[in-house]
């Protein structure tokens, strides 16, 4: 933990950069009224990835997938459910407190293998875009180094899982040569489809299908 | 991230003999690294001289990307690969490309001087084969996830590491799709991993001209 404070850079003064604007990136202009600490944006975190852990956890054990779906599905599955571990730990030691699984409801999204995988395909995308959004919110290096980390896995969940459903390489498994980022109300509305309705968010029942 | 898997298996051997050497300065001086440092070998000190840098690890990144886009470049260009494996590579190729652009460009937004293209060379069974592109694609694309990583706390500039972060992330994504194409694991770890710069310019280093 001697590393030198990420946030110390923040103060170094930016000439107009035509460059960054044309990333597709909203890192620098997100809201800043999105997050108040290093903690909330774990917590934020910590229910994308609650989400995700149960939709594997559900999705898997519907014996829907065979062969390297199933492999990979799974493997999916476990990195998902190590990071609630980490960011749950992180939490804690930062004397913060981790929120509660959310209530879900994932309607028909495990009514095949292909509707398991189109959903997947959303919600990995939708995670690396919510890291990407969220990273500038972060101070202490050490969890930036981490959310990084994290954020690049679920780039590859969403790759492999846009190739498993045959989806056109650009747009299907690339999203383009950079990632973009999603502000937290752009991520909240995204997922609340998947949110039960006890769990005071939108009513939930709808899944990916087609 | 395993050096021997990109040099064929061969041990890696610093300095033994004094075209090595002269190579090893080529890539310094591409990356701009002083050298009084490089005279004191590939040390830590050398890489977080480095390191404090924004144009610098800018510079960094761009070597690789330049590396990456010659790379894809040829492989495609030597037309070995077909169906699906070819409609998933070719748009590697295309970012590469893009990857190096807009680093390129935010360098000089910043005041910097980008470094100009490397001569490259690669073995002469690389680009013969299907199994040979593609393997040594995955190496070089795990080696650019772990390059890029490597740096996420020594970015000085938040914006420069917004865009940093997002062109990691596309580099994630072609490191699991060739896992996947060459039997590999697409998930090695649910974190991914870091390498410094040092360690990441000896792996690459015999692949400089």
């Known amino acids: 933990m001697n590393r030198r404070l990420f946030i110390k850079g923040s103060a170094t003064a930016l000439p107009a950069t035509v460059a960054l604007q044309m990333m597709s990136t909203r890192f620098a202009y997100a809201q800043s009224s999105d997050f108040s600490g290093d903690v909330d944006v774990l917590n934020y975190a910590l229910t994308l990835e609650f989400l995700e852990s149960e939709f594997y956890r559900q999705g898997n054990a519907a014996g829907l997938l065979s062969g390297t779906e199933k492999t990979y599905l799974e493997a999916i599955g476990a990195d998902e459910d190590a990071h609630v571990a980490a960011i749950s730990q992180t939490i804690s030691k930062l004397g913060g407190t981790a929120v509660k699984a959310p209530a879900v409801d994932f309607g028909k999204s495990f009514g095949s293998a292909k509707s398991f995988l189109k959903t997947a395909h959303v919600f990995e995308n939708t995670g690396v875009s919510a890291y990407l959004g969220a990273a500038g919110f972060i101070t202490n290096p050490d969890i930036l180094q981490a959310a990084a980390g994290i954020f690049g896995v679920e780039a590859r969940h969403a790759a492999v899982v846009g190739n498993l459903l045959g989806l056109a390489p650009e747009g299907g498994v690339y999203q383009g040569a950079t990632e973009t980022a999603l502000t937290k109300d752009e991520v909240l509305k995204a997922v609340a489809p998947f949110l039960a309705a006890d769990s005071g968010a939108m009513a939930g029942g709808a899944a990916v299908t087609q | ?209």
Request: glycine share 10%; aromatic share 8%.
């Open chain 2, 1 to 209: 991230m395993e050096n021997n898997q990109i040099f064929d298996g061969q041990p890696v051997i610093e300095f033994d003999k004094e075209s090595d050497r002269r190579n090893f300065i080529k890539w310094a001086g591409v990356v701009g690294v002083g050298s009084t440092l490089v005279a004191g070998g590939l040390g830590k000190q050398w890489a977080s001289a480095q390191e404090d840098s924004d144009i610098g690890i800018l510079n960094y990144a761009l070597t690789l990307e330049y590396l990456e886009a010659d790379f894809y470049t040829r492989g495609l260009d030597a037309d070995i690969l077909s169906g699906r494996d070819q409609e998933l590579v070719s748009p590697i190729k295309a970012h590469e490309q893009a990857h190096v652009s807009t680093l390129s460009q935010t360098i000089t937004d910043l005041g910097g001087e980008p470094v100009k293209k490397p001569g490259f060379k690669y073995p002469g069974a690389t680009f013969k084969s299907k199994d040979g592109f593609l393997k040594t694609a995955s190496v070089f694309e795990e080696l650019g996830v772990t390059a890029y990583h490597g740096q996420v706390t020594k970015i000085k500039n938040p914006d420069l590491l917004a865009a940093a972060a997002s062109i990691a992330g596309v580099e994630s994504r072609h490191a699991a799709i060739l896992a996947g194409l060459t039997g590999g694991n697409p998930f090695p770890a649910p974190v991914e991993k870091t390498a410094a710069m040092a360690e990441v310019l000896k792996a690459a280093k015999p692949y400089l001209k």
